[in-house]
C-alpha cells in the first residue's frame, strides 16, 4: 500500500501509525510532498510500485471500498482484461448508484462474463463513451493492469479532468475493457475540489478555466472522430456559458473578479471576448424577453 500525502493539513504519517500497528502484514510506504495536485500525487505512487505488481488500484483519501471490490477486480482482469471498473454511489445519491442515476451505460449490450459478481466485457469504444455517451469511469473504482501499462501516467499540467485524460491514453492503447455493476465503492464527503466549488465563487471560475483548458486539449491530443469531436464542443459552449453566467453574478453582486483568471482564460480560449459578449447578450435577451410567470417562479441564479 503506497499512500502520497500531497502537502495535506492533516499528515498521512500520523494517521497510519495506528494502523501499522493494527496490520503488521501489510507493506505501508508513505511518500510526503509539496502539494502539487492529484495527478502529481498518483504519479509519485506510480514511480513508487515495485516492478514485480501486476495490478494497481486507486482509492482517493475520501472514499472506501466494499470488502469484495479488490477480489472481484483480479477475477474479472484474470479473463484477459486490462482495466476494470465498477459502479459505485456518491454521498448526496445514496438511494441510486452512479451508473443508475446517470444512465450512461447498459449492462444489456454488453457481454456477461460472471452473472455472480456482475461483471460484463466492456463492447464499444471508451472513448466515445467518454466523450459523445458519458464518462462512467471514477478514479477509486479503477483496478488495472500495471505489468503491462507501466510507463501511463497521469498529465500533471492539468489540475482538473488529468483522470479523464488517464482513461482516454488508457483507450488509445487498449480496447480491453471490463466492469461490474455491483457498487464496489462509496465515495466520501471530504474536500472536493471539483464539486466543492460554489455557485458565484471565484473558485468555481478557476475550476470552469481548468475545464476549458481540459476539453480544448483533448481537441489537440486526440484524434477525434466527428461525432466525438462534437461532444467536446458541446462541452466547451456549456463551459463557456458557466463562465459567462458566474461573470455576470459577480458583476451584479460587486464581486471582484480576478484580472488574472479572465487572462488565463483568453490565453486558452483567444475567442473569450467575441464569445462572452455573444453569450451574455444572449442571457440578457432571454431575461427581457420570457414570459413574466416565469420571472415571478423562477429561483434566483
Not at 500520523?14 to 502484514?25: M, Q, T, V, Y
Not at 502539494?35 to 472514499?63: I, Q
Not at 484477459?80 to 442515476?101: H, I, N, Q
Not at 459523445?132 to 499540467?157: C, P
Request: hydrophobic share 40%.
Amino acid at each position: 500500500m503506497i499512500v502520497v500525502d500531497d502537502g495535506s493539513p492533516v499528515p498521512a504519517a500520523a494517521e497510519l501509525s495506528e494502523f501499522h500497528d493494527g496490520e503488521p502484514h501489510i507493506r505501508v510506504t508513505v511518500i510526503e510532498q509539496q502539494n502539487a495536485g492529484p495527478g502529481a500525487a498518483r504519479n509519485a505512487a506510480l514511480d513508487a510500485v515495485p516492478s514485480d505488481v501486476t495490478f494497481v488500484a486507486f482509492l482517493d483519501s475520501d472514499d472506501e471500498w466494499h470488502p469484495d471490490h479488490l477480489h472481484n477486480a483480479v477475477r474479472a482482469l484474470s479473463f484477459g482484461y486490462d482495466l476494470y471498473f465498477s459502479d459505485f454511489r456518491f454521498p448526496d445519491y445514496k438511494e441510486k448508484s452512479a451508473f443508475v442515476r446517470a444512465e450512461k451505460i447498459e449492462p444489456q449490450k454488453h457481454r456477461l462474463l460472471d452473472q455472480g459478481n456482475s461483471i460484463y466485457e466492456y463492447c464499444g469504444n471508451m472513448i466515445d463513451q467518454i466523450l459523445v455517451v458519458g464518462n462512467v469511469i471514477g478514479t477509486s473504482n479503477v483496478v488495472y493492469r500495471f505489468a503491462t501499462h507501466r510507463d501511463l501516467r497521469f498529465r500533471e499540467a492539468f489540475y482538473n479532468g488529468q483522470d479523464y485524460l488517464f482513461w482516454l491514453d488508457f483507450s488509445c492503447r487498449t480496447s480491453k475493457f471490463v466492469f461490474s455493476t455491483k457498487v464496489e465503492c462509496e465515495c466520501g464527503l471530504g474536500l472536493n475540489i471539483y464539486s466543492g466549488a460554489a455557485w458565484g465563487t471565484a473558485r468555481l471560475l478557476n475550476r470552469l478555466k481548468n475545464e476549458l483548458k481540459l476539453w480544448h486539449a483533448v481537441r489537440e491530443l486526440f484524434s477525434l472522430t466527428k461525432e466525438q469531436d462534437a461532444g467536446v464542443l458541446q462541452r466547451i459552449a456549456s463551459v463557456r456559458e458557466s463562465i459567462v453566467l458566474n461573470l455576470l453574478h459577480r458583476l451584479t453582486h460587486a464581486k471582484w473578479i480576478p484580472a488574472t483568471l479572465l487572462y488565463e482564460i483568453a490565453r486558452i480560449d483567444p475567442y473569450f471576448p467575441a464569445w462572452s459578449t455573444a453569450i451574455a447578450l444572449r442571457i440578457a435577451h432571454r431575461k427581457l424577453f420570457r414570459p413574466r410567470a416565469s420571472l415571478e417562479t423562477e429561483a434566483p441564479e
